[in-house]
């Protein structure tokens, strides 16, 4: 049972443009959300995170969007650099207990100059 | 931000030996850390909750004989894989929670290899 669905295995988008990397999840106990880039052999580095209460967090060039109700939120890159190619992982926790992050399957995104 | 550090980066062994992965809170205190493993172009999967002072809680699937997980103090958590087999060759990655505010921050991961 996948709990957290990033549908999109891969993403391709010019620099400077807009980079929109999508989530899904189905467990509406979750009420944390993260998002994480990985280079290939490394760890995931953290970006940005938002609670449920909140329905955007922005940070730099990075804004992360949740809509509760449709169990969706998303991650902005805007402008897009080069230097954003990676893997981005979306994570979910739920707040109270042991709050274990449960990952999506990652999205590939690719920064064309 | 925070960081974590894992030791060793990378290692080779022998079917049937031992090897232990550390990870280490650098700049924060730790009760909480995490361990996960990652198959090639697979998501991260959760093995394991490690908490100070007390035992490690597995997911369902992963058997704790096998992997054997410490957390002696509030800076340090240990992996051991036990009796390694090739099918244990993945990668492996530890996070370590800072505050109750449920970001986890990441070790650089360790490529085990199990000839």
């Known amino acids: 049972d996948q709990q957290v669905k990033q549908n999109s295995p891969s993403l391709s988008v010019q620099e400077g443009r807009i980079s929109i990397l999508n989530c899904d999840y189905t467990n509406s106990m979750f009420d944390y959300f993260l998002w994480y880039k990985k280079y290939p052999a490394e760890g995931p580095t953290f970006l940005i995170s938002?609670?449920?209460?909140?329905d955007k967090n922005e940070d730099g060039r990075f804004t992360v969007f949740l809509n509760k109700s449709a169990k969706h939120l998303s991650l902005h890159i805007v402008p897009s650099q080069p230097g954003d190619s990676a893997v981005y992982f979306c994570?979910?926790?739920?707040?109270?207990?042991?709050?274990?992050?449960?990952f999506g399957q990652g999205t590939r995104l690719t920064i064309n100059p | 931000g925070a960081v974590v550090s894992q030791h060793p980066s990378r290692v080779i062994c022998k079917s049937g030996t031992s090897v232990k992965i550390e990870c280490r809170s650098l700049?924060?205190?730790?009760?909480?850390m995490f361990w996960y493993r990652q198959f090639p172009k697979k998501s991260l999967m959760l093995m394991a909750t490690?908490?100070?002072?007390?035992?490690?809680?597995?997911e369902q699937g992963v058997e704790k004989d096998k992997f054997l997980i410490n957390h002696a103090s509030l800076t340090l958590s240990t992996l051991t894989v036990t009796s390694a087999h090739p099918e244990d060759s993945s990668f492996y990655i530890c996070?370590?929670?800072?505050?109750?505010?449920?970001?986890?921050?990441f070790g650089p991961g360790t490529r085990l290899t199990v000839l």
């Open positions: 490690s908490n100070e002072g007390s035992k490690a809680t597995y």
């Open positions: 996070s370590a929670r800072e505050g109750p505010t449920g970001t986890q921050y």
């Open positions: 994570a979910a926790s739920i707040i109270q207990g042991a709050q274990k992050l449960v």
């Open positions: 700049d924060f205190q730790a009760t909480t």
């Open positions: 938002i609670s449920s209460i909140k």
